[in-house]
């Protein structure tokens, strides 16, 4: 999109690369931050306020790395949803803390979302009550047999 | 590594991650009656131990002008997998590459990789090139049209 790479100041731009790739583990981060970008604390504040309101930034935050976690049991899970009924079926599949993502996609099978759930318990749980509450069958259920590359990282100054 | 009480009520406590303000660390650390110091310290040895990925920012992809997201789902033999997964891997708009189980008769796309550009143009750039670099021709655009839910992984 064009449009949001104009409304992208340069500043808020840098503070974004900073703050996803180097966020400072330290007890006044922001000011750390500032100082690294020749801002005011406060401005960096506000900037980040600002980001976050308008979406931009989603969190700042700790980001789990489910593979390492035990005992824990996920799949990449791809639903056939009649086009009418998918806002009722986003809701019973959302209602799960373990699912992380959930997006309608071109396809026959149109709903794709993530489960990762403590123990295979759990897992089958969250599968079969997502089936009993939609009646829908028509459920993949992919499992990984090996990653080659894991981890989202923007790159605000290459990428437009 | 075994999480105890202290890490897994930080990990709870910043689901939605710290607030915005001078000293983020210095509420959780009052409620847990410890310090900022052993609350940075205990993220510090997750991330050492590898339980994070990482402590920083997530960005709203499509709102910073990501607008085209693009899961590409190919068919590919055995003996081509890891040279497709390497080959996918090297780029820097991919996010995640991944061999999966398929299920005969209904999904026969091994293989998946996530692609985030500016515009579509550049998705099926990507593919194109994939697909001279690996002589794989069977693959599915799967963008996504819309997000139902997007948030971080949780310890449960």
Known sequence: MKEAKMVIEDVDRKLMMEMQDHFPRSVTPFKEIASRLGLTEEEVLERTRRLQEKGMIRRIGPILNVRRVRQRVGSLIGMRVPGQRLDEVAEVINQFREVSHNYIRNDEYNVWFTISARGQERFDEILDTIRRETGIDDILVLTTIRYFKLGVRFDLERDF | ?156
């Not at chain 2, 339980?51 to 899961?71: D, E, P, Q, T």
């Not at chain 2, 061999?99 to 194109?128: L, Q, S, Y």
């Open chain 2, 1 to 156: 590594m075994e999480l105890d009480d202290l890490d897994r009520r930080i990990l709870d406590e910043y689901y939605y991650g710290i607030p915005v303000e001078p000293h983020p660390f210095r509420g959780l650390a009052k409620r847990l009656e410890t310090s900022e110091g052993k609350v940075l310290r205990r993220i510090e040895r997750m991330l050492d131990k590898r339980i994070l990925k990482k402590f920083g920012a997530s960005l709203g992809h499509r709102k910073v002008g990501y607008s085209a997201n693009c899961m590409v789902v190919w068919k590919i033999p055995e003996d081509k997998v890891e040279l497709a997964g390497k080959v996918m891997a090297s780029y820097r708009e991919i996010s995640h590459a991944y061999e999966r189980r398929t299920i005969p008769g209904k999904w026969e796309h091994n293989m998946f990789c996530m692609i985030h550009a500016p515009d579509r143009e550049k998705v099926e750039r990507i593919v194109k090139e994939i697909e001279e670099r690996t002589g794989i021709h069977d693959y599915k655009l799967l963008y996504s049209t819309r997000e139902l839910k997007k948030t971080t992984a949780v310890m449960e």
